[in-house]
């Protein structure tokens, strides 16, 4: 489990992301982020793990869908 610091950070990601990304419904956003942050899940070291959820969030966001 994440501990505060780290939700509060993750928090923060997703609503910079959605202000970011407007045309985007939020939960697309919020699914994003979300599987980003699954990539991280049980991995020992987490003290980069907010950066790393908001660059892979915007990735998968900036990403066409077809």
Known sequence: ???LSEQT???QVE???VSIYAA???STVEDAVHDAR???DGRPIR???PLL???RARALL???RL
């Open 47 to 49: 003290d980069f793990v």
């Open 38 to 40: 699954a990539a991280f």
């Open 62 to 64: 900036s990403t066409p």
């Open 24 to 26: 985007l419904p939020r």
């Open 53 to 55: 959820v908001e660059r």
């Open 1 to 3: 489990m994440a501990d």
């Open 9 to 11: 950070a993750l928090a």
């Open 15 to 17: 609503e910079r992301l």
